[in-house]
C-alpha cells in the first residue's frame, strides 16, 4: 500500500523545530497562541520530548506505543498549568491515535488542540473529502463562521483553510488516481480542519518543495472554538482519530 501519511521531504529533524508531516500533536492551543503571537504556533507537545511508557504487541499483529508528557519548567515558561499528557499510537489495520490530558494542578484551565493530520494524495485534483456538508465553518482566521459547504463533496482547488463546527464525524478522502479511499474518523472532536496552502502559501513554508503541495491534504480533528476544553483539576480530555483504507 502506498503511505497513507504524508512526510515532507524538506521536513527538518531538528529539536525545537515540528516535523512537517505525519500527525503534529497541537496542544494546549490549536494555531496561534490566543494572546502572545510570540509563543510556538500549535502548542509546544509537537516540540516536547515525550518519553515512552510501553510498546506491545497483540496476536492480532497490532503494535501498541504509549507515551507521555508532564509539565515541567520548560512547559510552564509557555503555559503555567500543571497537566499530564498521553499519546497511544496503535498501528494495526487501522490506525488509532489518542491523545488524553488530565488537569493535575489546582487551577481550572482551557485548551484548544488538534491531531494535525497530513494524508498522502496522489495529487490534489484526484481528490475529493466527502462528511463535511451542511456544515458550518470558519475560513481561515474569521472571526465569526460565515460559510457554509451547500455541496456534498468538497474539492480542492485553491488555497483552503477550513475550520468546520459541530463536526463531529467521519470524512472520507477519495483518491481517484490511486483508486482508494481513506477514512478519517475521530472521537472527542467538534471541529474538523481542512489545510492546504496551494502554491503561493506554500513558497512561505520553508520545509514543503514548492511543487509538493499537490501530494497532501491536511484533514484534522480538533477542539476548539465553541468546543474548547475547560477541565477543573483532576479532569480529563481525549481526543483521537481512526484512519484506514477502505
Ligand atoms: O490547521 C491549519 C493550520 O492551522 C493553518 O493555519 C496552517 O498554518 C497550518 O495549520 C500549519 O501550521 P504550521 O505551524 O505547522 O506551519
Request: with cysteine; aromatic share 10%.
Amino acid at each position: 500500500e502506498k503511505e497513507v501519511l504524508w512526510l515532507s521531504r524538506a521536513s527538518k529533524f531538528e529539536v525545537g523545530t515540528p516535523i512537517r508531516g505525519g500527525i503534529p500533536l497541537c496542544f494546549p492551543w490549536f494555531g496561534p497562541h490566543p494572546e502572545d503571537a510570540s509563543k510556538p504556533a500549535h502548542g509546544f507537545a509537537r516540540l516536547a520530548e515525550w518519553s515512552v511508557c510501553s510498546t506491545s504487541n497483540n496476536n492480532e499483529g497490532e503494535t501498541t506505543l504509549e507515551l507521555e508528557l508532564t509539565s515541567n519548567s520548560k512547559t510552564k515558561e509557555l503555559w503555567p498549568y500543571d497537566f499530564y499528557a498521553r499519546l497511544t499510537v496503535m498501528v494495526g489495520e487501522k490506525l488509532k491515535v489518542d491523545l488524553s490530558f488530565k488537569n493535575t494542578g489546582d487551577k481550572a484551565f482551557t485548551t484548544s488542540d488538534a491531531l494535525h493530520s497530513y494524508f498522502n494524495i496522489s495529487t490534489l485534483s484526484s481528490i475529493s473529502i466527502d462528511g463535511l456538508a451542511n456544515h458550518t465553518y470558519y475560513d481561515g482566521f474569521e472571526k465569526e463562521p460565515t460559510h457554509k459547504q451547500e455541496a456534498p463533496l468538497l474539492t480542492i482547488s485553491k488555497e483552503e483553510n477550513r475550520r468546520y463546527i459541530n463536526h463531529s464525524g467521519k470524512c472520507t478522502i477519495a483518491d481517484q488516481e490511486w483508486n482508494r479511499s481513506i477514512g478519517v474518523e475521530k472521537l472527542g472532536s467538534n471541529v474538523t480542519v481542512v489545510w492546504n496552502p496551494w502554491q503561493e502559501t506554500t513558497k512561505t513554508i520553508g520545509d514543503i518543495e514548492d511543487a509538493d503541495y499537490i501530494n497532501f491534504i491536511c484533514v484534522e480533528a480538533a477542539n476548539a472554538y465553541n468546543d474548547s476544553v475547560t477541565l477543573q483539576p483532576s479532569e480529563s480530555h481525549q481526543i483521537s482519530t481512526i484512519i484506514a483504507i477502505e
